[in-house]
């Protein structure tokens, strides 16, 4: 089994719907973070999580929330969506030591229409 | 803001070549890491780089640090077709969060 499980892997939806993408880990890792991918500009930071109750901006965060129900699972949330956060999304964790990579889940592949 | 910027955007080789992708970041590096990644799929941890001057290898892939230039390199001997594929860098800004900024990834054909 995965390590860090992302939930579902394709989504297809229309403007304004609400969407949530889900991520489980079961590294034992305290942090958790979601990237979205566009081609051309690489991986860029949506939200992060040091820990449970602990939630933090990235650098495009407008538009977004997230929640983290419990150490293991931190779930993205796109209150109403629009056609430009059509990207691929991809769940991370880690332990906060520089000496540890991050480990990504497989990605989720959100087409809005 | 920490800014890498990774040449070339893309790359075709012919199996059996080698060849070179670098990273070059726009403040000190504290650590560098490089992924791959199939076309839609998850990222592959290749290889962490800390100390300037560092260099790793693993199978054909040989990455190496340059700490003066804020830049490091990735190369692979006698490219395979399973060499395919996105290769991105990422660095640590420095600090205690521990946040990874990206490149934009470097494309590569490998054909056969």
């Known amino acids: 089994d995965a390590d860090v499980t992302q939930t579902p892997r394709n989504r297809i939806t229309k403007t304004g719907k609400r969407i949530m993408l889900e991520c489980s880990q079961t590294?034992?890792?305290?942090?958790m973070y979601w990237y979205r991918q566009d081609p051309g500009l690489g991986l860029r930071l949506i939200y992060y999580?040091?820990?449970?109750?602990?939630?933090n901006k990235g650098e495009i965060s407008d538009g977004y929330s997230v929640s983290r129900q419990a150490q293991a699972k931190f779930s993205l949330s796109l209150e109403s969506a629009i056609p430009n956060q059509t990207a691929l999304y991809f769940c991370?964790?880690?332990?906060?030591?520089?000496?540890?990579?991050?480990?990504f889940g497989d990605g989720t592949r959100l087409s809005i229409l | 803001s920490q800014e890498l910027e990774q040449s070339p955007q893309s790359l075709i080789v012919q199996e059996g070549k080698n060849l070179t992708i670098n990273c070059t970041s726009s403040k000190t590096l504290y650590g560098l890491y490089w992924y791959k990644q199939k076309y839609g799929e998850g990222l592959i941890f290749l290889m962490m780089?800390?100390?300037?001057?560092e260099e790793k290898s693993h199978e054909k892939i040989t990455a190496k640090l340059d700490e003066k230039k804020q830049q490091s390199s990735l190369h692979i001997t006698a490219s395979q077709p399973s060499h395919a594929g996105i290769y991105l860098c990422g660095a640590d800004g420095g600090g205690s969060n521990y946040k990874l900024t990206f490149g934009k990834g470097t494309l590569l054909t490998v054909n056969p």
């Open positions: 999580s040091f820990d449970v109750k602990d939630i």
């Open positions: 780089l800390q100390k300037g001057g």
């Open positions: 590294k034992g890792h305290d942090r």
């Open positions: 991370a964790t880690g332990t906060g030591d520089s000496n540890q990579p991050q480990h």
